[in-house]
């Protein structure tokens, strides 16, 4: 490993309208490392990301590249300067071959296309550092990690030195994953610095020799690897006092090491607690969009008057398992009860005629029409009921009565119901969702991100209305990567990670450290052993 | 009590309003343009505009025909706008209306013992059921293949254009017809009561202003409720468990459907038999009545009227003033531009 600098990035500052993005982050990359760079969503790591590979303008702060001070104006910049990046979403043409997407946008020196030459060109590069791809296979034939090898192979074919890879395991199966961390070890023996976002801890620790971490836009922490651990950096990502939170050490050692038994008992022994039950989800294995498993035999029940909170990383699966459990996404394997009712096989309109209550995770692309008026997105879901339609024609008045009702009992301000939803506060949006579903009476409510995106006020107002609702006896289950939301409200947290369950635990046992680490794939046993040693 | 439902009153004209002055004024810029056209060209816009509307409204006989011309239109744009207004670009009711025109002629021609009070209705179905199996294959492909309907139905008009060519060239061909390409005349007891004495405004008008009524109806309905959600947002339409595929293939069924209904319209009350010339440019008309109607069927009333208006105006400017009834396109080609723009046109100042 040199010591030798490829990129300083020193007093970066980003700001957007009201956020404060990057606060004067300083970070060195080294040639021949790999340098992680941690922290939760909206920490900060995809502005600082895009401000190096030009497609921000830093509003202070100096870029040294090779030790020259440069503006990186655009990514065309970046990669002149020999930065790539891989982007989550793969940005390659899909009817187009390995080679064909390699050299596209390339001045080959001649204005006709020799692809033979780019081929032998594309296969020695790849060939340098390991990387498996054919250049002549057309992309759509590809699976995931091999186009996210014509990513890396596209960037270095470019003379990149600095690689920035945004969260590149997100995407991957875990071997998929584990080729990729050879890969980039090797491309880092050859000279190349390597930057990894990521927010798995278990990866970070595996492949780099460096880490950073920022948090609320600040970096708060940088060290080798080898000096730090697991613990520290989800410490530091989480950044809580522990002071304010910390429980009794030795209870909390017990609820991770000794509780956790009965509660692995509670949630495989399905069966006996069905009866008093809302949800119960048992063995659940269900798709993504990319048919590959998103949840992985997940199991557990919540009962009336209870918030059970899940914990986790976006792109853990949750949206998947909303999906199964409100019938958009078949079911592979496993079961779902209502009460008493198998719903495994249920669809969409079965659970609303059921008056299962959605908070959908976007608002204003699931939750609402923007452009309809107060009226008809009050009735959404309902519309054919006998209450708002009779003959097949909708009841303007009990509409009328129905909205006035939800506008004065949830104080949603809005000049008419006339008007289109599209002009209403985030607030007030979210207010009418809310309004909505539970006007219904619901004995189940999913709440995916209920307060995303919501000021103080309004996220209050939501949680007061769902914590009423467990008093009346709905049983909820609130999805949030959020982990002030999660504890404010459940009753009992479960963590899940990579479309599992890695532990269901009582609120009064857990602590935001411990939910930190396991979010971030830690086995409770790990922390447990660490804890008590 | 009163105070509120003054209000409400006060709301909904401010709405109108708000709906209305676009198009108007779109309609007025499109005029003051054709008319700094016709000065270009080194003629009078004021003469030429007064022989359009004296063409149109000039006597009681070109009022009719006024009205005549206006049926297909009205009929076509309350056909493609429920089609739009599910966000689906259907611009296939010229071949939808072939279809209708020859599903229901080839009914008469070949049925033509049956009494008229049985064949009137059995004709009409045939062209409503002709039309929207025409359009039928353009929703399905939408639908379940995701092919973009714009390209099927314009491609599923020159099909329809060139099957009736054949038809009236062919099998239909009239046999007594001195080789002209047309069919043979349907039964003239099957032929539509006319309205006025000596005009040759018929039935097929009053079945425009029921459907009128009728597509009033429909957007008051659960039905059209769940067209306008699939027309806003797939993703909602699916999140609130709509079946949008089959919303999808409905919603294209009953647009052809009417189409279907208007090629009925100009066999039965005005040609009495197929011609290949029954529906150019009906197709590109109809998305212009519609746009101009704000996808409202009282709306499209007035547009079907105002386009009808300049076709049958136009056509005696032409005669009479020596203008070129090109003009008319461009005016409709202007008309169109600014509809398609007044989002940013007049929203923008609106904000």
Redesign the interface.
Known sequence: MTNDISVQMKGVTKRFPGVLANDHIDLTLHAGEVHGLLGENGAGKSTLMNVLFGLYTPDEGEILVNGQPVAITSPATAISLGIGMVHQHFKLVRPFTVTENIILGLDEGSPLLDLKAAERRVAEVAEQYAINVDPRALIHDLSVGQQQRVEILNSLYRGANVLILDEPTAVLTPQEADDLIVTLRGMAEQGKSILFISHKLEEVMKVTDRVTVLRGGRKVFEALTKDTDKQQLAREMIGRQISDLERDESAFVMALAGAGEDLGIEHHDVGSSQKQAILTVSDLHVKDDRDLTAVRGMSFVIHPGEILGIAGVDGNGQRELVEAIT??RPIEQGQVWLEETETTKW??????NHNVA?I?EDRQ?????L??NLL?NAV??I??RPSF?KN???K?NAIDDFTGKLIDGFNISTP?P?VEVGTLSGGNQQKLILARELSQSPSLIIANKPKRGLDIGAAAYVHQKLDDERKRGTAILLISGDLDELFALSDRLLVMYEGQVLGILPIENADIESIGLMMAGSSRSEIASNRSS | MTAISE??RH?KWR?IWRQVYPAALSLILALVIGGLLLLVSGRDPIAAYQSLLSGAFGSSNRFTETLVKMTPFLILAISVSISFRCGIWNIGAEGQLILGAVASTWVALSFSFLPPLIILPLTMIAGIIGGALWSGIAGVLKAYFNANEVITTSMLNFIAVYLLAFLVNGPLKDPEGFNFPQSALIDSSFELPRLLEGSRLNIAFIVALILVVAAI?YW????G?RT??VG??R??A????LNVNWTIVLVTLISGGLAGLAGWGEIFGLHFRLIEAIAIGMGSLAVVVALLGELHPIGMVVSAFLFAALVVGGNAMERSAGVPFALVDVIQGVIILLILARSYIFRARAS
């Open positions: 019938g958009q669809s969409t309109r079965d659970y609303i959605v959908t692309k699931e939750g609402l029409v452009e309809f008809r959404l879901k519309f054919d339609s097949k024609l909708l303007f008419n006339q | 209000q409400i709301i709405a109806m008051r309905s659960t039905v409720f306008e959600i806003a947002s993703r909602v699916r999140h609130i468990g």
